[in-house]
Nanobody, 127 residues
Framework: QVQLVESGGGLVQAGDSLRLSCTAS????????MGWFRQTPGKEREFVGTINWWDSSTYYSDSVKDRFTISRDIAKNTVYLQMNSLEPEDTAAYYC????????????????????WGQGTQVTVSS
């Protein structure tokens, strides 16, 4: 059984940093990619960024690319989302997701291309 488990969410103040983790179990995704998405109530799910397992190449949405960094630890089968300079607008439930194919740009942001999803972790940024 494949599971993705996020952790690291919490309540922080604007300008703070936070690191989320997503650990996969049940299989590896060495030929695919791991992405991060976020969602707030009443809004559509938003792509945050993704990382290809084999070469750690990354893709980000314009809204976070200068503040967020995705990395991965192959040995731990874990992906990280380092979030710096957090803003109240970053408040959301954050989800990690796994796709079986590499990302090469535009298609990385399509949530339907991700096969497995975590349960989400809440990030709240106060002003």
């Amino acid at each position: 059984q494949v599971q993705l488990v996020e952790s690291g969410g919490g309540l922080v103040q604007a300008g703070d940093s936070l690191r989320l983790s997503c650990t996969a179990s049940g299989r590896t995704f060495s030929s695919g990619a791991m992405g991060w998405f976020r969602q707030t109530p009443g809004k559509e799910r938003e792509f945050v960024g993704t990382i290809n397992w084999w070469d750690s190449s990354t893709y980000y949405s314009d809204s976070v690319k200068d503040r967020f960094t995705i990395s991965r630890d192959i040995a731990k089968n874990t992906v990280y989302l380092q979030m710096n300079s957090l803003e109240p607008e970053d408040t959301a439930a954050y989800y990690c997701a796994a796709r079986l194919a590499l990302c090469s740009g535009y298609g990385c942001s399509d949530g339907s291309s991700y096969v497995y999803w975590g349960q989400g972790t809440q990030v709240t940024v106060s002003s």
